[in-house]
């Protein structure tokens, strides 16, 4: 009888899709696949380890299911990705409950190593983290009606503050026909919007093609049947140019949501951030994309508290926050990482950091705010992802929503399946959310 293997992915989109692929291979090689981690006989933790909070969830996470393995309710327990790349040797030496540790180089080793764990080994796999991106299958968990579509691994962007090259290599673009067939794949079964990722979504291409493919790619996966929605996430300012501009505004398929990360708008700290570009080429560029993308909802990511930030740079940050009023934004304080040329800078102390990003929140807010309300009384397209029975009415997310980070539109009304898109009048808002009413089922 095959043992149940299960797993726990933590941290970003393209972690999962890493997680995702250990399942296929584990189910190919004949393992049984459970989401009830109570069943489980071999659990997984696939980690993060980008921020203290992300090593902390990790660590807590690893912590929690050693325990059972204690109380003899988990044969083996792997931990894999991120924090098992950045710290081997203390995962080893500290938490002795581990089984076995692989690295952000060696995911489709993963029959081996559980086969080897539940010999009584400890395997220790750790490949090149610069080697060629994994083409196995997925077992997709994300949805209902839609998958991530990861088109490149690792970056070469090198940002003083972070630590992903250390921990996942150079970039590395995957061949444009493998993407497309993997589109396909997900097409046919059933995915209607793909989302588009990578470390840097911008460079794709660079190092195949020499030169950016991204737009074409695009073009290309908006021809597949089936597909509905596009979305775009991770695009670095400084390589959005004209082509990429006029694709995404031309093609329907092409959510009119954009998620450019550009962190600060201080000259000074982009430049200590080893980032490209300076605050008014960023500003220029935000404006220049709503201009040619009508009804244009703009994501970013900020920092907080970096190396070089004082109140001038701070209030000049929220000064181009009510100025430019993004519609999105995730904004963290900032996470000294050892091994960064950030690390040894100094900077504001920890709680002013948290403080400031409190304070970048409550504008933000606002403007969401703002942004909602201007939406009354409009009819959105929502693809619903299924139904709250303590709220008695449907979910889902418009166009203007990104899975896990953007709101949700509630609705009553109509009898979507998960997965279907459906039009929903706009009637009032809900800590953030939308609340409207379905008028009629779509495709």
């Not at 605050?279 to 920092?303: C, D, F, M, N, W």
Request: some cysteine; glycine content about 8%.
């Amino acid at each position: 009888m095959a043992e149940k293997v299960g797993m726990v992915s933590l941290g970003c989109a393209k972690n999962l899709v890493n997680g995702e692929q250990m399942l296929w291979l584990l189910r190919e090689a004949g393992y049984e696949l459970v989401s009830d981690l109570a069943e489980t006989e071999v659990l997984i933790v696939n980690t993060c380890a980008f921020i203290d909070s992300a090593k902390q969830e990790a660590i807590d996470t690893i912590l929690e299911f050693a325990e059972l393995k204690k109380e003899g309710k988990l044969k083996k327990l792997l931990v894999t990705g991120c924090l098992s790349q950045r710290y081997r040797e203390e995962i080893l030496r500290e938490l002795p409950e581990v089984d076995g540790v692989l690295g952000t180089g060696s995911y489709d080793e993963i029959v081996p190593a559980v086969a080897a764990a539940l010999a009584g080994e400890t395997p220790e796999l750790f490949g090149d983290i610069s080697g060629p991106v994994s083409e196995a299958g997925r077992v997709v968990s994300s949805g209902p009606g839609w998958a991530y579509l990861r088109i490149a691994e690792g970056c070469d962007n090198r940002c003083s503050y972070c630590v992903i090259p250390s921990i996942r290599g150079r970039y590395r673009s995957r061949p444009m026909e493998n993407v497309l067939r993997e589109a396909e794949a997900l097409a046919k079964d059933g995915v209607k919007e793909l989302i588009v990722v990578a470390q840097d979504i911008t460079r794709y291409g660079t190092d195949l093609y020499g030169k950016p493919r991204l737009a074409e790619l695009v073009r290309a996966l908006a021809k597949i049947s089936g597909i509905h929605w596009i979305r775009l996430h991770y695009l670095y300012p400084d390589l959005i140019d004209d082509e990429l501009i006029d694709t995404v505004a031309a093609e329907p398929k092409v959510v009119k949501y954009l998620d450019i990360p550009i962190q600060h708008i201080n000259d000074g700290i982009l430049k200590k951030m080893n980032r490209r570009g300076t605050g008014a080429e960023i500003e220029a560029l935000l404006t220049k994309l709503r201009r040619r993308i009508p009804g244009l909802v703009l994501r970013t990511s900020l920092i907080t508290g970096l190396p070089g930030e004082g109140e001038a740079e701070f209030e000049e940050l929220c000064a181009f926050l009510r100025r430019m009023k993004l519609e999105r934004a995730g904004v963290f304080a900032y996470s000294p990482e050892e091994g960064t040329p950030a690390y040894n800078m100094e900077r504001p102390d920890e709680e002013t950091a948290a403080h400031r990003a409190e304070l970048a929140v409550d504008i933000q807010s606002e403007i969401m705010d703002e942004f909602n309300a201007a939406r009354m009384g409009t009819v959105l397209e929502v693809l619903a992802e299924g139904y709250d029975r303590i709220a008695e009415c449907w979910y889902g997310r418009s166009y203007a929503d990104s899975p896990e980070v953007d709101g949700k539109v509630f609705f009553t009304g109509g009898r979507p399946r998960a997965g279907e898109f459906i039009r929903v009048r706009i009637t009032d808002t809900l800590e953030g959310d939308l609340v409207g009413q379905a008028e009629e089922a779509e495709a």
